[in-house]
């Protein structure tokens, strides 16, 4: 049972590229969630889903785009990356949704020069 | 618009010091708490969590939370910490009514000398 896995775990950008992040779930879970945590400012919620097909805008949603087109995988675009997107990215899943408990990804540290 | 608190971003602690981490939440309705801790190197893991009944609850390797609805607070206590409890801790708050939005605040940077 491998929970949530992320991928990739590293990646350096220029700015102006692309790129999309990889969650996937193997729990059944309904809700998934991206998260980007910086330095005193704890996480902050990107966007999240609460079902196959179904997307939402989170706290800071601005330059990302997402998608769930399978109920266990969330992904996560920067369609042009820029420096204040440099940051560790997120990803996390629940059962139901209050959030029972959330199962965290190991995280995808991006640097984007 | 719901928030989440914290007030200590970095506290530096003895060994079998006694620890609180204080966290206060902005939110309308019905609310369920947590407390998460991020070990260095490691994903969020879930430390104790609040829904109902009893506002004391306990979580994982000694830790406890007392939620206070007056006080729109959910402080994070440990009688006696140790060295393995240096960490980053996270409070986070979803409610009945928003969807499934897990919020959390800024984080406390725990760090236990020896």
């Known amino acids: 049972n491998a929970g949530v896995t992320q991928t990739p775990k590293f990646r350096v950008l220029k700015t102006g590229q692309s790129m999309t992040l990889l969650c996937a779930q193997d729990m059944n879970h309904e809700y998934m969630y991206w998260y980007r945590q910086d330095p005193g400012m704890g996480l902050r919620l990107i966007h999240y889903?609460?079902?196959?097909?179904?997307?939402a805008k989170g706290e800071v949603p601005d330059g990302y785009n997402v998608s769930r087109l399978k109920k266990q995988n969330f992904l996560l675009g920067l369609e042009s990356a820029a420096p204040s997107q440099t940051s560790v990215y997120f990803c996390?899943?629940?059962?139901?949704?209050?959030?029972?408990?959330?199962?965290f990804g190991q995280g995808t540290r991006l640097t984007v020069v | 618009a719901q928030s989440v608190s914290q007030h200590n971003h970095h506290v530096i602690l003895s060994e079998a010091a006694s620890l609180e981490l204080g966290c206060n939440y902005s939110y309308g309705g019905t609310v369920n708490l947590f407390w998460y801790v991020q070990y260095p190197g490691q994903h969020l893991q879930l430390l104790l969590k609040y829904f109902s009944g009893d506002p004391l609850v306990k979580g994982i390797k000694g830790f406890e939370a007392e939620f206070i609805k007056s006080k729109f607070s959910f402080n994070l206590r440990k009688p006696s910490v140790q060295w393995s409890d240096t960490a980053e801790y996270f409070c986070?708050?979803?409610?009945?009514?928003?969807?499934?939005?897990?919020?959390f605040g800024q984080g406390t940077t725990l760090q236990v000398k020896p």
């Open positions: 996390a899943s629940s059962y139901d949704r209050v959030a029972t408990e959330a199962f």
């Open positions: 986070a708050v979803t409610g009945s009514s928003n969807t499934g939005k897990l919020i």
């Open positions: 889903s609460v079902g196959e097909g179904t997307t």
